[in-house]
Structures are given as structure tokens and as C-alpha cells.
Nanobody, 119 residues
Framework: QVQLVESGGGLGQAGGSLRLSCAAS????????MGWYRQAPGKQRELVAVFTSGGSTNYADSVKDRFTISRDNAKNTVALQMNSLNPEDTAVYYC?????????????WGQGTQVTVSS
């Protein structure tokens, strides 16, 4: 069974940094995309940063030049380094994966990790 397990997050200060990590476990034959989404209270879930199958990265305009996504293909992990945080970054952050395993190709989500940025 494929699972995405997040770690990191918590409480940060405006102008500070936090780091999120996500590990995909289970039998995974391929990764088409993997990255991060977030959902703030009262708002829809939105893309933050993601690696696509071609190896390119997509970032939300609001986090460009502040957040950096990285990955370790050998370990099926992805990380999000968040710098220059601001209170608008407060949200639950979800790891996302478009993964292929025993059950075929599916979208997977982590359980979410809270990031709170104080001003």
C-alpha cells in the first residue's frame, strides 16, 4: 500500500524558515509528479510546488523565489524549503504524489502538516 508521510512544519516567524519533508512508501513503480499543496482556512487547496514527470518544477507565484522544492529519486522523497515566511503562508501543507504501484496509477495525499507563521 502506497503512503505519503510528511514531517516538519510547525510554528515559524515572519521572515524565518521552515522545512517540510515527505517520503513515499510502499511498492512504487514510477512517479509522474510529486510535490506540495496547501490549504488555508476558508480557502481552496492550492498548488505550492511540484516536480512533473519531465523533471521540471512548477511553483505558485506567491512562493517563487522564497520556496525551493527538492527531491531524492532513490529514496522517493521530496522536500520543501520555505524561506522568508509570511503570515499568508499559514496553512495545512499536503504532500501530493501521482504515483504508480500495485493499484495502478493514482493520486496520493499525505495526512497534512500544519504550518503557522506569526507576524
Amino acid at each position: 500500500q502506497v503512503q505519503l508521510v510528511e514531517s516538519g512544519g510547525g510554528l515559524g516567524q515572519a521572515g524565518g524558515s521552515l522545512r517540510l519533508s515527505c517520503a513515499a512508501s510502499g511498492i512504487i513503480s514510477s512517479i509522474s509528479a510529486m510535490g506540495w499543496y496547501r490549504q488555508a482556512p476558508g480557502k481552496q487547496r492550492e498548488l505550492v510546488a511540484v516536480f512533473t514527470s519531465g523533471g521540471s518544477t512548477n511553483y505558485a507565484d506567491s512562493v517563487k523565489d522564497r520556496f525551493t522544492i527538492s527531491r531524492d529519486n532513490a529514496k522517493n522523497t521530496v522536500a520543501l524549503q520555505m524561506n522568508s515566511l509570511n503570515p499568508e503562508d499559514t496553512a495545512v501543507y499536503y504532500c501530493y504524489g501521482d504515483l504508480s504501484g500495485w493499484g495502478g496509477r493514482k493520486d496520493y495525499w499525505g495526512q497534512g502538516t500544519q504550518v503557522t507563521v506569526s507576524s
